[in-house]
């Protein structure tokens, strides 16, 4: 309906954008990863130069991620398990406040939808601060877990616990995993439910078969708009955490970035980590072209 040249100039934008902080971003963090290092200080010399680029670090950090045998496999290990239980109480909790919202609620949609953004305008830093509080040994969780008899001492939950750390995943991350599963279960139509309930299905069967189909791309967006972010996180683990023993994949590119000495590797570990997770979009890419494609027709 347009000419092409006006549908390049309301893309020329975004392209410029990402062309500018994403690409050349990418390209030297790449350079830093294959580069070399100063013999006296110690600092990595990005080669920009593909013919001067060095798989060294490279190697070096993938053997170090060699399942079962390299020394940071543990902690590659521990971030996937972690950030799987993370999905799993992110689908859990938000599904149901995800389709309420979109398919019962009416009057309180708005409210509703109010209280999901509220958090994002409030620092992360503030939110996780706020946990800290809540659970130390003096805290909130402590008084009310003691209280109604769970609990017969108090517990320090901010001393190197598994369950914080992902708890507190949860809790940072879920907003955004909610908000594209409600435009998602929001746009489809709701006459496939009067039809399945016509038809004699009861609710479980209706869910099963119309809505959980009908709401894979949203839920299917929510988890890698989550999950992306969780396996460079560092600051939740530090802040809830602090300790060896819970350290992710983000906590290991953060030493290394802090080190003057290993920076590059620092750098090599991100892009192993990206190859990961580029390898974990393909299967959202391929069902994401292919909705598109059915939409289409």
């Known amino acids: 309906m347009y000419p092409r040249r006006y549908l390049l ?7 410029l954008w990402v062309g500018l902080f994403v690409t050349v971003g990418l390209y030297a963090l790449i350079a830093i990863a294959v580069g070399g290092t100063d013999p006296i200080l110690l600092t990595p010399i990005p ?10 670090d490279l190697r070096a950090v993938g053997a ?3 399942p079962f045998h390299g020394t940071d496999w543990v902690v590659f290990q521990r971030t996937c398990i972690y950030i799987a239980l993370s999905l799993a109480g992110c689908i859990l909790i938000g599904y149901p406040v995800a389709y309420y919202a979109a398919v019962r609620a009416r009057r309180t949609k708005g409210l509703i939808l109010a209280l999901l953004v509220t958090p ?6 503030l939110r996780m601060l706020a946990w800290v509080g809540l659970l130390s040994p003096g805290g909130w969780v402590n008084f009310v877990l003691m209280r109604v008899g769970l609990m017969s001492h108090q517990l320090n939950w901010l001393q190197g616990r598994p369950v914080t750390v992902v708890l507190g995943l949860i809790y940072g991350w879920i907003p955004y995993f909610i908000i594209p599963l409600y435009a998602s279960l929001a746009r489809f139509d ?12 009861n609710t479980f069967q209706t869910f099963l078969h119309i809505t959980l189909p009908l709401s894979k791309q949203g839920i299917l967006a929510g988890t890698v708009i989550v999950a992306l ?3 460079g996180d560092y600051f939740t683990n530090g802040l809830l955490s602090g300790s060896s023993s819970t350290a ?4 290991l590119i953060n030493t290394y970035a802090q080190s003057q000495t290993a920076q590059s590797f620092a750098a090599a570990v991100a892009v192993w980590l990206m190859v990961f997770l ?6 959202y890419l391929r069902s994401s072209a292919r909705a598109t494609l059915e939409v289409a027709r």
């Open 278 to 283: 580029g390898i974990l979009l393909l299967p």
């Open 47 to 56: 080669a920009w130069n593909p013919l001067h680029w060095s798989t060294t």
């Open 229 to 231: 972010p969780m396996f």
């Open 64 to 66: 170090a991620l060699r």
């Open 9 to 15: 100039a309301l893309g020329l934008p975004g392209l």
């Open 190 to 201: 709701q006459r496939y439910l009067e039809a399945s309930r016509d038809l004699g299905a």
């Open 248 to 251: 992710m994949a983000g906590t």
């Open 120 to 125: 994002l305008l409030v620092s992360y830093m």
